[in-house]
């Protein structure tokens, strides 16, 4: 079966996660992702957060399945011939190194254009044009400078980061969509263009209900969903809202049987307005259902805290996947709360392909997380990520470069 991006060759000068994220997609989409790295060392994640000695990181491996790996040293002359060969053989170039480090090896937008017009530039930066623009950024500072991590954690704590990577595989999800618009907008004008996905923009792209709510806050003085309502003061700023629902159902983490000594004994649930009668009826409080303190949406909203104390009592009598099953018969929503533990063990993720388990030569069998979005005509097989310069010689061949030549480029250590 043929894939979505077939015949698309990607020029992948990415390292660290964002932009691996990015081009690891289009691979998956059937692209022929071919990664540049210097020689020697590589993308320096191979080496980092290592849990076999000598062998690529599971950080490495996680991010850039189904690619090739060509070692080249751009800063060479001969290096920089490389590259320009394959700018000129690829359709995309996607690349996340600091700002100006491209232009510094001589290959500025101008200069890319010019070897291959139809060449689309994907970058990932830590802010777009302004004041930050210059700076060098990682997950954290993004989910920071974006909005999430002061509208995260609770009203009394500090700000808080989250373990979801929305700056960095968030980004590269970003860019990968402008990638794919761009190549399709290029069906008509024959010409490549610049994707430029800040990873500040992206976070507060993410981040929008926090903007809606601060527009909200400074209207109204107040927001009737957030655990500040009732008793609490609202100051100029959308405050942290714990794990109140951020939508108009209100929603929050209880307590499940065994939470004293299981950190993940929780579950979220959901007093969805169309099911509050059910709710009611699961928890032994039918009263609820038409007593005027609780039986209207607006109502209820100065009642949360105590509602959800007395749904916890419930919850607490269950064991969270119990729960779940007795709240999914009368379609009420909640979610347990899955340790990365349960969530490798799940038999419908593994059967999805979502969790996927991957062979590789120097580390063995390890877990990974396969293609999330699936595609009918366009299947995702997750393939071992490359080990350094394994496939330098087999992409040279097939730019045109002699054996002769390649050896005189691996003697003068370019690859
Ligand atoms: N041959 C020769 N040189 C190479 C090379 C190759 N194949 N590949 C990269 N280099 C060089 C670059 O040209 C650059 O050299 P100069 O600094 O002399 O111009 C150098 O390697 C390192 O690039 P860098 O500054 O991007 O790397 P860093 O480790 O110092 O910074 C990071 C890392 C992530 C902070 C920075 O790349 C960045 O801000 N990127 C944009 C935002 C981003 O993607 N962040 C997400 C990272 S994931 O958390």
Request: aromatic share 6%.
């Amino acid at each position: 079966m043929s894939k979505a991006l077939e015949g698309y060759r990607i020029l992948d000068f990415t390292h660290v996660q964002s932009g691996p994220t990015c081009t690891q997609l289009l691979a998956w989409f059937g692209a022929d992702v071919i990664k540049v790295e210097r020689a020697g060392e590589g993308d320096a994640t191979r080496g980092q957060l290592r849990d076999i000695p000598d062998v690529d990181s599971l950080y490495f491996t996680m991010l850039n399945h189904n690619k090739r790996s060509i070692t080249v040293d751009t800063k060479k002359p001969k290096g920089r011939e490389v590259l320009e060969t394959l700018i000129k053989h690829c359709d995309v170039l996607v690349e996340n190194f600091a700002p100006g480090a491209l232009d510094r090896m001589g290959f500025t937008w101008e200069r890319i254009h010019e070897l291959n017009p139809r060449m689309v530039v994907a970058s990932v930066k830590g802010f777009g044009p302004g004041k930050y623009q210059d700076c060098k950024v990682y997950e954290n500072v993004a989910q920071c400078a974006g909005g999430s991590a002061s509208t995260s954690g609770f009203d009394d704590g500090p700000p808080m980061v989250t373990g979801a990577q929305i700056g960095d595989s968030g980004t590269g999800l970003h860019l990968a969509l402008g990638i794919l618009a761009a190549l399709l907008q290029r069906h008509n004008s024959g010409r490549g263009q610049k994707v430029l996905a800040p990873m500040q923009d992206a976070v507060l792209n993410l981040c929008r209900v926090k903007l809606r709510d601060q527009q909200r806050l400074e209207r109204t003085g107040t927001m009737h969903e957030y655990p500040q309502y009732p008793d609490g003061t609202f100051g100029e700023a959308v405050p942290r809202a714990g794990n109140a629902s951020g939508g108009g159902q209100p929603g929050s983490i209880l307590k499940c049987k065994g939470w004293e000594t299981d950190p993940n004994a929780y579950i979220y649930f959901i007093t969805q307005a169309a099911v509050w009668p059910a709710v009611c009826k699961v928890i032994g409080e039918e009263g609820w259902i038409t007593d005027e303190a609780y039986a209207t949406p607006a109502a209820r909203l100065l009642h949360l805290k105590p509602i959800f104390a007395r749904i916890e009592k419930w919850t607490m009598t269950k064991h969270k996947l119990e729960a779940m099953e007795i709240l999914n018969a009368y379609d009420i929503p909640c979610g347990p709360i899955l340790s990365m533990k349960e969530i490798a063990e799940d038999a419908s993720l593994r059967e999805s392909g979502t969790i996927v388990e991957v062979d590789h030569p120097t580390r063995g069998r390890y877990l990974t997380v396969g293609n999330p979005i699936k595609m009918s005509d366009s299947p995702t097989q997750v393939k071992r990520s490359p080990l350094l310069g394994e496939h330098t010689v087999e992409v040279l061949a097939q730019l045109g470069y002699s054996q002769s030549q390649i050896e005189a480029l691996r003697e003068e250590r370019v690859i």
